[in-house]
């Protein structure tokens, strides 16, 4: 759809984004996709399209810290596997 369109500009920079935060491109494009569901859930969520670039770059990070925080916690130092 026409909301959708924009974010698909940013496949690139959202996987790089993540990449840089998750040290890990699998990992990077499940944060891209998650991002992507996210926002063609709730296009709302941008109330400012002027503002949709730090809007997505923002959420990028956000999300790959996330994963980075979940991703230690399950396979951290004082867990097994």
Do not use: Y
Request: net charge positive.
């Amino acid at each position: 759809g026409a909301c959708g369109a924009p974010a698909l500009r940013w496949e690139g920079p959202l996987r790089r984004i993540a990449a840089r935060v998750t040290g890990d491109v699998h990992e990077a494009e499940e944060v891209r996709q998650s991002i992507f569901v996210r926002f063609l859930r709730a296009p709302g969520a941008v109330r400012e399209p002027e503002r949709f670039a730090a809007w997505i770059r923002r959420a990028a990070v956000n999300e790959a810290i996330g994963a980075v925080r979940n991703d230690r916690g399950a396979h951290g130092p004082w867990t097994a596997g």
